[in-house]
């Protein structure tokens, strides 16, 4: 193995530690920044409680009636 390629071979490693370091960084600081914008809606008082799941309203009705053969 030649001086060349042993260099190549360390630069190329050393690169792909500092690739692999700077993404742990980045999903770090991601996961922290949502941290922090969801405490402040945790906080506030839960407002009513809104039905989940399908619902008939005035609109789906008016549908219902017109889609009738």
């Known amino acids: 193995?030649?001086?060349?390629?042993?260099?190549?071979?360390?630069?190329?490693?050393?690169?792909?530690?500092?690739?692999?370091?700077?993404?742990?960084?980045?999903?770090?600081?991601?996961m922290s920044g949502r941290a922090a914008v969801a405490s402040?809606?945790?906080a506030t008082a839960p407002g009513p409680a809104k039905q989940k799941g399908y619902h008939e309203t005035p609109h789906i009705r008016s549908y219902y009636r017109s889609a009738r053969l």
Do not use: H, I, N
């Not at 193995?1 to 991601?30: C, I, P, Q, W």
């Open 40 to 42: 402040p809606e945790q």
């Open 1 to 30: 193995m030649s001086r060349k390629s042993s260099s190549y071979t360390a630069d190329r490693r050393t690169f792909l530690k500092k690739l692999a370091a700077a993404g742990g960084a980045t999903a770090a600081v991601a």
